[in-house]
């Protein structure tokens, strides 16, 4: 299948078809939150300054330090989190994800497949796993961890919809399209199927699905 895109540029639309936070992933928090007066993420930091810190204060301060594009210290006390407390999954959630955001995506993945030896059916590390592979365009293996991921929390429309992406990125774009219906309207389904025609370098098929996203169409739920 060949690519017009570079890695970066199909992470970009992998996150703007499947409406992840990069990485694409279930995630503790949303990186999108600024620290203010108020926030949630400053206000659990503040309250636990006068007391030992826990596995759940220090992670609130990793977030105050994310929000604030100090993401180097974040790793470092998030990394300090794992080695006082090893057994606190969301740490490994929100470390890979920090290295996602630079890049590091075999990094990412050691975190996460860690993290699975402590909770097996973690369905968001499952997930998160699963996106790796899809940027690192192992679809196969991102399939069978997003089915998983579906399998354990059939709730999470998110797994569903990465689903739907990769199958499209394999080039089963009816498939694709039908499993997208079950979490986009139609409109956006053959939009976000468009992108990923593009994403694949196949013009023919993108244009028709832009085209027919423009046209009148129900909305499913």
């Known amino acids: 299948m060949k690519r017009y895109m570079s890695s970066t540029g199909l992470v970009l639309v992998l996150t703007a078809v499947a409406g992840m936070v990069l990485p694409g992933c279930e995630s503790h928090f949303n990186h999108t939150r600024q620290a203010q007066p108020g926030n949630p993420i400053q206000d659990e930091f503040e ?3 006068d007391r030992a810190p826990t596995p759940q204060t220090l992670l609130a301060m990793s977030r105050l330090l994310t929000a604030r594009n100090r993401e180097a210290q974040a790793e470092y006390v998030l990394n300090r989190v794992i080695e006082e407390h090893p057994d606190f999954v969301p ?9 996602m955001r630079r890049s590091a995506t075999d990094q990412a993945m050691a975190m996460l497949t860690a993290g699975l ?8 590390l499952i997930n998160n796993l699963g996106f790796c592979m899809m940027v690192s365009e192992d679809y196969e293996g991102a399939l069978g961890q997003f089915m998983a991921a579906s399998e354990i929390a059939p709730y999470v429309q998110r797994y569903r919809a990465n689903h739907a992406v990769v199958l499209a990125l394999m080039g089963e774009y009816d498939q694709a399209f039908d499993l997208m219906l079950s979490v986009h309207s139609d409109k956006d389904a053959h939009r976000n199927l468009g992108m990923i025609c ?4 196949d013009e023919e098929r993108a244009a028709d699905e832009f085209r027919l996203a423009e046209e009148p169409h129900s909305e499913h739920p």
Do not use: F, Q, S, T
């Not at 030896?117 to 968001?124: K, L, M, R, T, V």
């Not at 593009?198 to 370098?201: D, E, L, Q």
């Open 47 to 49: 309250a636990g300054i």
């Open 91 to 99: 740490a490994y959630i929100e470390l890979a994800e920090l290295m």
């Open 117 to 124: 030896e402590i909770e097996p059916d973690n369905h968001a």
């Open 198 to 201: 593009r994403a694949n370098g």
